[in-house]
């Protein structure tokens, strides 16, 4: 199964008011268009293969200005739209399927805040075969309805009411048929695609939705949201990772450390070039965004990994960590071994690092120290490595 994502971007906002501020958007919140900050949920989101953007044929100056920041927007697609969201979305429906996608998560661009918690939940039921989903919230207001003349004619219940949210997900073919068919019989009163699919009979299913996917349609709401991203950005999401690695001693010619060989009458056993020190920076750097562990990403059982060297590894976590939107800021790693002497090394180690991580050399820092004589370290039996790194990320709503 691949998860698709058509991301509907192409509307005036005309509830928006202040037309000279342009679409909605793409007007900034956080110091960031609207969009930029939707399209960087699905961005960072594990499952989210190909991605299409439906814009208006006026924006594309617009939209290359609102994504030129984003992280891994050369996965972007974009197609333009129709008149209406219907026709829209039918056309982002066309373009994804040229693609490998076999299912369709349909999003609002004005919905910037929606979290991979939910995106998550709606992938489950996917892995549990269904194959129409809907996000949405139960409806807490009482409900009443009114004529023209504005007198309430009777409360409604709520019992079993619902207020639709997305991305709402699909089959793709089996969507894209029901948005077919509905363009032939010249049907464009479907107020979203959930309705589409309930009227050419597809079977949708409930997920709990999120208070905070809120879709921005009035002045106010941006406003509401630039308050939230100002004031959440005030606190920066700063991670620290750890990580611990340990190889066995044997005889040998040298130790690799760091991306460092050492002549040494001693070599570390490993599947890999064993570099302890590369392999606990690794884990530190995958800690900060919850991608498991180097054993996950390289298990040593392949044998593509036989003999590798290590910085393959370190550089995969660190594009990792900048696929999730994060900025390593520090790596620091303390090396445990009576021998060999790291000193006469350790300039040469911190460049390796600064080199794969892309930062600068004052933010690499490796320390060496004996075990005292103590325990499988002290007695020359194997070498440690212990490792932290600081990432910031792109600050949470």
């Not at 129709?82 to 829209?88: A, L, M």
């Not at 709990?208 to 606190?235: C, S, Y």
């Amino acid at each position: 199964m691949k998860i698709g994502i058509v991301i509907v971007a192409g509307g005036r906002g005309e509830r928006a008011g202040n037309p000279e501020a342009g679409p909605k958007q793409y007007r900034p919140i956080g110091g960031r268009a609207v969009i930029a900050h939707t399209l960087e949920r699905f961005l960072t989101w594990s499952r989210s293969a190909p991605i299409v953007v439906v814009i208006h044929p006026d924006d594309d100056a617009l939209f290359e200005a609102a994504i030129a920041d984003l992280a891994g927007r050369d996965r972007v697609m974009r197609t333009y739209g129709g008149d209406t969201r219907q026709r829209s979305v039918l056309a982002g429906l066309q373009a994804l399927a040229q693609t490998d996608a076999t299912h369709v998560m349909i999003h609002d661009a004005a919905r910037p805040f929606v979290d991979h918690d939910l995106l998550d939940r709606i992938a489950a039921k996917l892995d549990a075969g269904h194959t129409g989903l809907l996000p949405a919230m139960p409806v807490a207001d009482t409900l009443k309805r009114a004529a023209t003349d504005g007198l309430v004619h009777e409360t409604v219940p709520r019992a079993g009411l619902y207020a639709a949210q997305t991305p709402q997900t699909f089959l793709l073919s089996a969507i894209r048929t029901a948005h077919d068919k509905a363009a032939g019989l010249r049907r464009d009163d479907f107020t979203d695609d959930a309705s589409i699919a309930e009227w050419a009979g597809l079977p949708v299913t409930l997920v709990d939705g999120t208070p905070d996917n809120v879709k921005l349609t009035v002045q106010r709401d941006i406003a509401m949201a630039d308050e939230k991203l100002n004031r959440t950005h005030a606190l920066p999401d700063v991670r620290t990772g750890n990580g611990y690695d340990v190889h066995q001693l044997e005889p040998g010619n040298g130790v690799t450390l760091c991306g460092v060989f050492i002549p040494h009458d001693q070599k570390l056993s490993g599947h890999s070039d064993a570099d302890v020190a590369l392999h606990a920076l690794t884990d530190a750097l995958l800690a900060t965004c919850g991608a498991g562990d180097i054993g996950d990403h390289f298990p040593p059982s392949d044998p593509q990994w036989k003999g590798a060297a290590s910085r393959i590894f370190l550089a995969h976590a660190r594009d990792v960590v900048q696929q999730h939107g994060g900025t390593i800021m520090n790596a620091d790693i303390s090396l445990i071994a009576e021998a060999p002497k790291v000193a006469p090394h350790r300039l040469a180690m911190r460049q390796n690092l600064s080199e794969i991580l892309g930062i600068s050399l004052d933010r690499c820092s490796v320390k060496a120290t004996t075990n005292e004589k103590i325990g499988f370290i002290g007695r020359r039996e194997g070498i440690a490595a212990i490792a932290t790194a600081t990432v910031v990320y792109g600050a949470r709503s």
